[in-house]
């Protein structure tokens, strides 16, 4: 089973959901293109290592992670973005820099930045560069139970 059925397997009876395939990888087009038409519902996942326990930060795909910031807020002593190697092993059934943002399908934790709240939908990689998984905003807080952090907290500010 690849990695976009095992997702979907997960979302099935839960909640609704629409998968979008794209002949050419998501990453490349312009925001224009871009499966959400250049809107701020497309979200990555970035895995964090923080104090030797890696968590998924979702966050808006336009938006950087700011670790500073993660650090504080966690009160945590070290926060890095995992290694290419952990990432390798954690997500072997994903393309690299393509992985769900559904962390209870890997046994880590999900922090989401309160500014990704503002959406009412949410489309995110499904393992691969060109499958995109839609589903509400709503629904994947409900599901996945991430937590939630305040504004300002995970995400570098616009310059």
């Known amino acids: 089973m690849n990695v976009t059925e095992k997702v979907s397997r997960f979302l099935e009876n839960r909640i609704p959901y629409m998968i979008e395939t794209h002949e050419d990888s998501f990453e490349q087009k312009d925001e224009e ?3 959400c038409g250049g809107c701020q519902c497309l979200a990555k996942s970035v895995a964090v290592n923080v ?3 890696i968590y998924i930060v979702v966050a808006p795909a336009s938006k950087e992670v700011n670790l500073g910031h993660l650090r504080e807020y966690l009160e945590a002593d070290c926060v890095t973005f995992a290694s290419e190697e952990q990432c390798r092993m954690l997500f072997s059934d994903c393309e690299a820099g393509a992985m769900p943002i559904f962390g209870s399908l890997y046994g880590l934790p999900v922090l989401v930045p309160h500014e990704l ?3 009412e939908e949410i489309a995110f ?3 691969t560069s060109r499958d995109i998984i839609r589903i509400r905003l709503r629904d994947f807080l409900i599901t996945e139970k991430p937590c939630v ?8 500010k616009a310059s």
């Open 33 to 35: 293109e871009s499966p």
């Open 149 to 156: 952090c305040a504004r300002n907290t995970i995400l570098s």
């Open 51 to 53: 104090d030797g326990r």
């Open 125 to 127: 990689s499904a393992g």
């Open 117 to 119: 709240t503002d959406n």
